[in-house]
């Protein structure tokens, strides 16, 4: 899969990506949890994806990026790796 990873800010990610139907973030805290990254998926097809990583600060910083993301369509997705094999 090619990620194309984007190098702009929320306000120009929300006028980007507002139009389209299908939105993703995940919040990415970092060791100390008061501090991290969200990350914004915009799938292009089945091999194709738009990243845009928005740091924070704190919870309040987090609480508008998440605030303002979900106002817009955006889904808050988490992602889990499941294993193949059968048991």
């Known amino acids: 899969m090619k990620l194309r990873i984007l190098q702009v800010g929320l306000s120009d990610a929300l006028e980007l990506f507002g139009p389209l139907k299908w939105k993703f ?6 060791g100390d949890g008061a501090t991290g990254t969200v990350r914004i998926e915009v799938p292009r097809g089945s091999d194709e ?34 294993s193949d094999q059968v048991a």
């Open 49 to 82: 994806a738009f990243i845009v990583e928005i740091p924070y600060a704190n919870e309040q910083q987090l609480d508008e990026v998440e605030n303002t993301l979900t106002r817009v369509g955006f889904i808050e997705q988490r992602i889990q790796l499941v």
């Open 25 to 30: 973030y995940e919040v990415r805290p970092d």
